[in-house]
């Protein structure tokens, strides 16, 4: 079930819903925590602030293959998202979207009291926070004019690949983003540069490897070491894209597209004021149970960290199935977790 932030009515008490777990964030590390809350028979409502679920596999690379995903030699992350969403459904969760929890009250004794921004009241025994980064927008590159061609030739991130489809496209950048999409637009792009300001990418080594083949053979062209100078074009529509090196060393790429993949900002928001215990931006958790300094919160996916986290999908899926299990003396207060392998227990009916 899904709810989305309702118009603007006229004051009134609000609605208070309960269940016996707030998720916060329907990414895939949220929507995985449900199944796996699920299947201990616990119930969850789920908030987010975007309008869809599938936090950053929806909003800003729905196509983008991803490649460690157990089963999967290679899934696209809106993919991956329709799968996780099915495999929640028997849980029967109830989704908030377009909101954000704004206030966080209560405790693990007598219970959690979330007021989202759309006025929704959530009572729950518990909280996993699933948020990823948290709110998150694009690192703009320091470009003159830049807003004139954003949303029409520069663009922070890719939806649908064949919208660059014969295309002379410029990426800009040395992580994850930059390489894993000149690899993925080969074959759709008509021509491909790669800028960055060394020879060295902050990526996975087989995904470097694969652009540097791609290099080899021509497919895209290695613009290094450069950094992004100028834009050419008018009316929003560019035609180059000027870089230059260190030494003051010019040149004009041919371009009808700029992807600038320079990572994202990101903000805790409210979540920085919940007295959750904090380092650096992130919520320090027991990596045995993915608790918090406060009891009955934990915390799941690329938000949290502990020594030797790994940011990875799969990491975000195991923290979701410890945390699940650590609720269980907080939800089922006396009875006894009998661990079963889901092949011999299968997917318990909805409570």
């Not at 929890?101 to 009241?121: H, I, K, N, P, Y």
């Not at 790669?194 to 996975?204: E, I, N």
């Not at 027991?286 to 300094?293: E, K, Q």
Request: aromatic share 8%; hydrophobic share 40%; charged share 20%.
């Amino acid at each position: 079930m899904t709810e989305t932030a309702p118009p603007a009515q006229p004051l009134s008490a609000p609605e208070t819903r309960r269940t016996d777990v707030l998720v916060i964030g329907a990414g895939p590390v949220g929507l995985f925590q449900v199944f796996e809350c699920g299947m201990l028979g616990f119930r969850c409502h789920v908030v987010d602030s975007l309008e869809e679920i599938g936090g950053q596999c929806v909003a800003l690379y729905p196509e983008k293959p991803i490649y460690d995903i157990p089963g999967f030699p290679s899934v696209d992350a809106a993919d991956l998202i329709e799968r996780l969403e099915a495999q929640a459904a028997p849980f029967e969760p109830v989704y908030h979207l377009g909101q954000q929890v704004v206030r966080l009250e209560g405790d693990a004794e007598s219970g959690f009291t979330a007021t989202t921004s759309a006025g929704t009241v959530i009572e729950a025994k518990a909280v996993s926070i699933a948020a990823g980064a948290g709110a998150f927008g694009p690192n703009r590159p320091p470009l003159e004019g830049l807003e004139t061609y954003e949303g029409t030739s520069v663009f922070y991130l890719v939806k649908r690949r064949e919208d660059f489809r014969d295309k002379a496209v410029v990426i800009a950048g040395g992580g994850d983003s930059a390489v894993d999409w000149a690899n993925a637009l080969h074959g759709t792009a008509r021509k491909i540069y790669v800028v960055h300001r060394r020879d060295k990418f902050r990526a996975a080594p087989d995904m470097v490897a694969r652009m540097r083949g791609l290099e080899e053979t021509g497919a895209l062209e290695m613009v290094v070491p450069y950094q992004l100078k100028g834009l050419e074009g008018a009316e929003g529509r560019l035609t180059g894209v000027r870089v230059a090196t260190l030494k003051g060393e010019e040149r004009v790429l041919e371009a009808d597209v700029l992807l600038p993949f320079f990572g994202l900002a990101t903000n805790l928001g409210p979540i920085a004021d919940w007295g959750i215990e904090l380092e650096k931006n992130q919520i320090l958790v027991d990596p045995t149970t993915m608790r918090t300094n406060r009891p009955g919160i934990f915390s799941v996916g690329d938000i949290n960290t502990y020594p030797g986290k790994l940011k990875l999908i799969v990491t975000g899926f195991s923290e979701g199935a410890l945390a699940a299990h650590a609720m269980h003396p907080l939800l089922r207060p006396g009875e006894a977790l009998h661990f079963e392998y889901s092949t011999t227990k299968g997917v318990p009916a909805a409570s």
